[in-house]
Nanobody
């Protein structure tokens, strides 16, 4: 059974950094390698929105995080990362990892940025 397990969230001050990880437990390497994996976020009262995706090493970002966030992947570890720099209070949300091939979501992890 494939599961997406996020880690690394928490509390940061504005201007600080956090790194999120998402491990695709149980996913075979060939599927992971060809999958489009991404990070989404949902703030209270808002819809879930796309933050960044990565396909075969090619990243794509929402405009509001360009230049601040970096998505990457380690195929051998079946893991994707989201390095979040220069955090802003508006980045506060629950962040979710997503697998396009499996149409699967992680459980979500809280990121809180204080001003």
């Amino acid at each position: 059974q494939v599961q997406l397990v996020e880690s690394g969230g928490g509390l940061a001050q504005a201007g600080g950094s956090l790194r999120l990880s998402c491990k695709a437990s149980g996913m075979i390497l060939s599927v992971f390698w060809g999958d489009t994996l991404g990070w989404y976020r949902q703030a209270p009262g808002n819809e879930r929105e796309l933050v960044a995706t990565i396909t075969s090493g090619v990243p794509s970002y929402q405009d509001s995080v360009k230049g601040r966030f970096i998505i990457s992947r380690d195929n051998t570890r079946r893991t994707i990362y989201l390095q979040m720099n220069d955090l802003k209070p508006e980045d506060t949300a629950v962040y979710y990892c997503h697998s396009t091939v499996r149409q699967l979501w992680g459980q979500g992890i809280q990121v809180t940025v204080s001003s």
